[in-house]
Every structure is written in structure tokens, then in C-alpha cells.
């Protein structure tokens, strides 16, 4: 399978704390992908990883990969009432196809 | 506003019925793609297109057909609605990732199809 598969499949947290999911993936990557759903809305991309990578970020959020685990770790901190979503990864087949994991329902209670 | 802009957002179909669902895009992007979203099972790949003129399956194409015959439209035909197709569909674009640097999707608000 080339797709990637998200851990926990749901998280919930209070207002303020830190919030971390992981992605776990099988095959060889270009690159690795973050998106955020919100309810009944299409994905928006949050930040992209290349295989050469092992951390970045991008405001509140942080994304490590790990190559050799094949595992990618999104980080939200000090996480808002608006953070509430579900969280994708995604992976780059051989070609410029994405395929998705089942995502990581996240819950910031206020 | 630059996206991607899908139709209709709703649709209920008899079994048997065909259509199609809209996608247009007016960024420019080479790259786009057809999602499929169910409960329980993330976003699976139908079919995407690199360039007009040129499409390919992705995970779950059966019951669907493409055409890219403009940069801007990336239509999606069900050939003969089945419930198995009741879903929300997403259409995503992209510029191309080489060389021009590595992006990610835009997405489109989706369409939620039900088949009676």
C-alpha cells in the first residue's frame, strides 16, 4: 500500500496543551505532506517534508520525518479551539500522485 | 477568488443514472486529481491527469471515467451510478513538483454524491 496510515485515529485535548500525531508509511518517499480537514470542508496543505529532511516548521506547527522508520510526526503546540480537525498525511507516488492516509480526528477542548 | 471550484456541492442519483461532476481550476496547475472520501477509510486516489490530454487510474477507477482536454477542467463521469459510489468527492490540483520546487494540493470544496 502506498498510502500512509495516521496514529492516533483520534486525540483529544484541552485548550493550551501540545498535540502530536504520527504517520507511518511502507514504501520509499519524494516527500511528505500535512493537511488539516475541518468539518465538511475540503484539505488545505499545512507543510511538506522532502525525504532529505528531518525537521521543519512552520508557526505552531512542527513536522520530523524519519526515514529510516518510515514515520513522519506532526506537532501542533499550545493548540486553539481552532486547531479542531482532522489531520492527513500524505504521500508522493512515483509520479506527482498523492495518496492519503485515514487521518487523526483532533479535539481542542476549550 | 483563485482555486479550485467544484459542481454541484450536492447530488442524489437513481441507480443506473449517469453524470458528471464538475472540477475547473484557474491557477494553471498541470496536475490534478480526483478523490473519493468514505467513513473509516481517508481520501483514495481515482484518477489524476499530469497535462491535458493525458490521465491515468489511481487506487479505485472502476465506475469512473476522465478527460483533460483544456489545463482548466478535469471532469469526472460516473458511467452507471451504484450506493457503492455514495460518497464525497474531492477534486485537488497542483503545479508540477520538478523543477520548479515541490507544492502541495489545492483542494476543491467537494461533492457530496448520494445514490439511491
Known amino acids: 500500500s502506498q498510502q500512509g496510515e495516521e496514529d492516533p485515529q483520534a486525540l483529544s485535548i484541552q485548550e493550551g496543551e501540545n498535540a502530536t500525531m504520527n504517520c507511518s508509511y511502507k514504501?520509499?518517499?519524494?516527500?511528505l505532506q500535512w493537511y488539516r480537514q475541518n468539518s465538511g470542508r475540503g484539505l488545505v496543505h499545512l507543510i511538506l517534508?522532502?525525504?532529505?529532511?528531518r525537521e521543519k516548521h512552520s508557526g505552531r506547527l512542527r513536522v520530523t520525518l524519519d526515514t529510516s522508520k518510515k514515520s513522519s510526526s506532526l506537532l501542533i503546540t499550545a493548540s486553539r479551539a481552532a486547531d479542531t480537525a482532522s489531520y492527513f498525511c500524505?504521500?508522493?507516488?512515483?509520479?506527482?500522485?498523492?495518496?492519503f492516509g485515514t487521518g487523526t480526528s483532533l479535539t481542542v477542548i476549550p | 477568488n483563485a482555486g479550485v471550484t467544484q459542481t454541484p456541492k450536492f447530488q442524489v442519483l437513481k441507480t443506473g443514472q449517469s453524470m458528471t461532476l464538475q472540477c475547473a481550476q484557474d491557477?494553471?496547475?498541470?496536475?490534478m486529481s480526483w478523490y473519493r472520501q468514505d467513513p473509516g477509510m481517508g481520501l483514495r486516489l481515482i484518477h489524476y491527469?499530469?497535462?491535458?490530454?493525458?490521465?491515468d487510474q489511481g487506487e479505485v477507477p472502476n465506475g469512473y471515467n476522465v478527460s483533460r482536454s483544456t489545463t482548466e477542467d478535469f471532469p469526472l463521469r460516473l458511467l452507471s451510478a451504484a450506493p457503492s459510489q455514495t460518497s464525497v468527492y474531492f477534486c485537488?490540483?497542483?503545479?508540477?513538483?520538478?523543477?520548479?520546487?515541490?507544492?502541495?494540493?489545492?483542494f476543491g470544496s467537494g461533492t457530496r454524491l448520494t445514490v439511491v
Open positions: 514504501t520509499s518517499i519524494n516527500n
Open positions: 491557477m494553471n496547475h498541470e496536475y
Open positions: 500524505a504521500l508522493r507516488g512515483t509520479g506527482n500522485q498523492f495518496y
Open positions: 491527469s499530469v497535462g491535458a490530454g493525458i490521465t
Open positions: 517534508i522532502r525525504s532529505n529532511e
Open positions: 485537488a490540483s497542483s503545479p508540477p513538483s520538478w523543477p520548479r520546487g515541490l507544492s502541495g494540493y489545492t
